[in-house]
């Protein structure tokens, strides 16, 4: 019979780390197709808007999975969760490396996005079953682990694109997603569900932890607006960087994910200082770091080097705003830590899907310089967030 965790009572190095690492691979799924959508426009023959919509597609899935699956985490046993949400999240992925439709892709898609929810179920047990010491820390380790994920999805995506074709990225990915399922189930020890109802009341309270919550509504909001002005950079980055005088391939595009990793080595550290520093402050540097990375897209659109370290900067700044946010709405109330983070991340991706939206919008438009008009309105509006709000 497995050991039943409880509240702060720890977590095994050995959970910790695989957690980190399967959330990671988990999360990796949202973000294949960003170096690949060229390809996948050119093979189905639609526009740039259309192939936008699939970024925007997995991204809206995954909100919706983030608001009605993973509260489930305090009501039932996350071990069956999870293993539902494996098995339909292998389904999608083979059915976006078969299917010819664009229709049926964009469906697939949100799916997709909607099953890749794991790590949501994974970073509240990391912040409720850690030792109140290590809470941050731990909630750090597994957001370094999804960022991780984020960066080798672009590197991974852009080069399996490139030397196997688009399809072949999603077969692989299922493969993946099999491998994670056997062990995930083997390591995940039995923890105890936190609320005692039926569905419909866990939801309910969704609503009454918002209206009892000022700053959770606070955090949240500003959180997606900086992930929506990140998130809309890398949903038109394929589409700048395959036009002069850069002319470069779902290969490169994809390297520049590498670029995050100074994002990820914030992550692993940041949660040391957050308490130290504190919130507001990281917020301020978070927005202030968006609007940087912006001002280098467009001085130096048509550099190379200028790009990368924009990528660079947007990254980093992206992860004093994540980490300093959520690891804080934790501590309100501790007991409903699946549902706060829902409530928190369901926010945190619809932002990111109207940035991608926006962003696609202004492409068509525009071009690159409506792109950086709205990443840098979304960005500032957050900072504007954190100058009103004085918690």
Partial sequence: MKHILRENEGLPASVLWTL???????????????????????????SEFTANLIAMATQVGYAVGLLFIVPMGDLY????????????????????AL?????????????????????????????????????????GLLLSGLLTGVLASRVVGGFVGRLMGWREMYFVAAALMVLCLFVTLKVLPEMRPNFNGKYSELMRSLFSLVRQYPRLRVYSLRAALCFGSMLGMWACLAFKMGQAPFFAGSDVIGM??????????????????????GVRRFNFLGCGLLLLAWALFYFGEESFVSIVAGVIVIDIGMQC????????????????????????????????ALGTFLTGVAWQLYGWHGVVGVGATLAFLSLLITYLYKK
């Fill in 99 to 139: 299917s010819g439709s664009v229709h049926v892709i964009l469906a697939a898609s949100f799916i997709t996005g909607l099953c890749s929810v794991m790590p949501q179920i994974f970073i509240p047990i990391a912040s409720q079953f850690s030792l109140p010491a290590n809470k941050a820390r731990n909630v």
């Fill in 20 to 46: 980190a690492i399967v959330g990671g691979v988990t999360v990796a799924n949202l973000y294949y197709n960003q170096p690949l959508l060229n390809m996948i426009r050119q093979d189905l023959g639609v």
């Fill in 256 to 277: 520049l994910g590498l670029c995050g990793i100074a994002g990820a080595l914030t992550a692993s550290v940041a949660g040391f200082y957050i308490k130290r520093v």
């Fill in 321 to 352: 705003v994540q980490l300093s946010n959520q690891s804080s709405v934790f501590e309100m109330c501790p007991g409903a830590s699946s549902r706060v983070n829902t409530i928190f991340m369901t926010t945190y991706f619809v932002g990111g």
């Fill in 77 to 96: 046993q996350r071990r069956k969760i999870i293993l539902v949400n494996f098995g339909a999240l292998i389904f999608s992925l083979l059915t976006i």
